[in-house]
């Protein structure tokens, strides 16, 4: 019987996302004020201080609902957070908004609800909403707002953070593990979001709320999570020292199958 040590490193590299994907898509919104566009929202200045051209400003006009929409043009992508710069001096005009991340266009929203302003008080107009949700559109709406103007959306400046869907790490820039269902993975540090393909686990057994394959990992592939790496071995003689990436235990393998210890 063959006994191999799987020896791991037990070292962690914490890789946070911080990119910004508003340079990727297009931006609309309700109703046009003046000379505003929803694309003002977009650029710099990274604050609250109001223009026409460099705020998105819908139609003060009393209007039942005020939504600023902006779609990505690749297609979803993983959302981390969203952080919004509203008009300084005017958080009555936003109070009782909600974001959501939706795979539609819809309007009311139909999607995720990242985020909903609580009552009582007036809203933070400098926010950054955790969201941690796949989608194609981000959008700001509001149906309540100011008593007497009704919501308006004043956003002067929109950053969405996260990755294109299949890619992780520092600018996006690595890609998600095939072992990931859907090649599907957190933009931060690369695990599994939807779970680990059971192909990679043994006897396709693994658990859905943890993602971990409950019987261990089909040879060849190392770590009973779901971020099963696959291994390189060095052969002296009859045994194998087996070097992994994403566990500080050791393991056993006998005659194929992982056993955890």
Same mark, same amino acid.
Request: charged share 25%; glycine share 6%.
């Given at each position: 019987m063959l006994l191999v040590l799987l020896i791991h490193t037990g070292i962690q590299w914490t890789i946070r996302a911080q990119h910004n994907l508003t340079p990727f898509g297009t931006a609309s919104q309700s109703s046009m004020f003046i000379r505003s566009s929803a694309q003002g929202a977009l650029y710099p200045p990274i604050s609250n201080e109001f223009s026409l051209q460099t705020c998105s400003t819908t139609n003060v006009d009393g209007a039942s609902k005020a939504w600023w929409m902006f779609q990505f043009s690749f297609g979803s992508a993983f959302i981390t957070d969203i952080t919004i710069y509203y008009r300084e001096g005017f958080a009555y005009r936003m109070d009782g908004f909600k974001l959501y991340v939706t795979n539609s266009s819809n309007i009311p929203p139909d999607g995720y609800l990242c985020?909903? *302003?609580? *009552?009582?008080g007036l809203p933070d107009i400098t926010q950054t909403i955790p969201c941690n949700?796949?989608?194609? @559109?981000?959008?700001y709406y509001d149906t309540k707002g100011d008593d007497k103007t009704g919501p308006v959306v004043e956003l002067c400046y929109v950053s969405i953070n996260g990755c294109q869907k299949g890619m992780w790490g520092a600018n996006c820039s690595k890609q998600c593990s095939s072992i990931c269902i859907g090649q599907h993975c957190h933009p931060e540090n690369g695990s599994c979001v939807w779970g680990c393909d059971e192909q990679k686990c043994f006897n396709n057994k693994w658990d859905m709320h943890t993602g971990a394959c409950t019987e261990g990992c089909v040879r060849g592939w190392v770590s009973q999570i779901c971020n099963c790496s696959k291994y390189e071995s060095v052969? @002296? *003689?009859s045994s194998s020292i087996i070097i992994g990436f994403t566990s500080t235990t050791v393991n056993q393998t006998f005659g194929g199958k992982n056993y955890l210890k």
């Open positions: 985020y909903a *302003d609580p *009552d009582p949700q796949l989608g194609k @559109y981000v959008i052969t @002296y *003689d």
